[in-house]
């Protein structure tokens, strides 16, 4: 059994001014997409510049922050923003929810894409690979951050969160970041590494990450204010979540079924 080491969420105090580690993950999440995106064009890409590389990294993170935000309060925690409406803008407590970001990101994308010119679905392909690196460093933030705790166990890497109660816990924050992060990184990075039809890569991102992310589910402890909402196992989370698994296998189906279609979408 391990103990939770009690991380503390300030990072860096400078007088007045605090720097938590959740904001430090963000910009690490950020800027690793930034750095991936800028060698992939390097080696392998002549349809994006320097400059569109990071504009698209700034409307991704613009995105990804707001939309977080705001799918955290309206999915997870409406009662909690309807008693404290200044909690909305404090992002250093936590709460934002991966499908409201991803909303938020596919319309900040839609605008720049139609600004530039570019195709939409080529963009959403092109940027794919690089999100799963930003996934696993917010998982570790929620680790970092002692929130988003397993359920129960008897497993030997139980790990005992004594902010929440004395029993040992699934570390789901590191599942989280183990398969959302690492293995769907690797994943659709080897997939895009080669020609593939338009809606391939997307397809294989969002299949991948609600199979995942269901997964996760069962041994992460439901958010104690929504708990199950069916069968004593369904939660939130696997609601958002299947209907990335269903998008990404039409996806996959539209893809492959397109005739003739080997453009390289990365």
């Not at 999440?29 to 390097?42: C, T």
């Not at 040992?168 to 690492?182: D, M």
């Not at 590494?193 to 439901?222: D, M």
């Not at 996959?252 to 397109?258: G, I, M, N």
């Amino acid at each position: 059994m391990l103990t939770y080491p009690q991380f503390d969420p300030v990072a860096i105090s400078l007088g007045p001014i605090s720097i938590h580690w959740y904001g430090i993950m963000y910009i690490i999440a950020f800027g690793g997409a930034w750095a991936l995106a800028s060698y992939r064009v390097s080696r392998v890409e002549d349809q994006w510049t320097a400059e569109q590389i990071s504009d698209l990294v700034f409307y991704g993170a613009l995105g990804a922050v707001l939309g977080g935000r705001l799918g955290s309060v309206l999915f997870y925690n409406f009662p909690r923003f309807i008693e404290d409406p200044i909690w909305l803008f404090r992002v250093w407590e936590g709460g934002m929810s991966f499908h409201g970001g991803f909303l938020g990101v596919l319309i900040a994308f839609f605008f720049y894409s139609r600004s530039i010119g570019k195709d939409y679905w080529s963009t959403i392909d092109f940027i794919a690979p690089f999100v799963p690196f930003g996934l696993g460093a917010g998982r570790l933030g929620n680790f970092i951050g002692g929130e988003l705790w397993g359920k129960p166990t008897d497993v030997p890497w139980g790990m005992v969160f004594p902010h929440v109660d004395q029993l040992a816990r699934h570390p789901s924050q590191l599942y989280e970041f183990a398969l959302e992060g690492v293995a769907l990184g690797i994943i659709v990075w080897w997939f895009s590494s080669k020609p593939r039809p338009r809606l391939a890569v997307s397809g294989v991102f969002a299949l991948g990450y609600g199979c995942f992310r269901f997964f996760i589910e069962f041994f992460r402890e439901p958010d104690g204010h929504i708990g199950y909402l069916a069968f004593d196992w369904l939660t939130m989370g696997q609601v958002l979540s299947a209907p990335l698994i269903i998008v990404g296998v039409v996806f996959l189906l539209l893809a492959y079924q397109q005739p003739g279609s080997v453009a390289n979408t990365r």
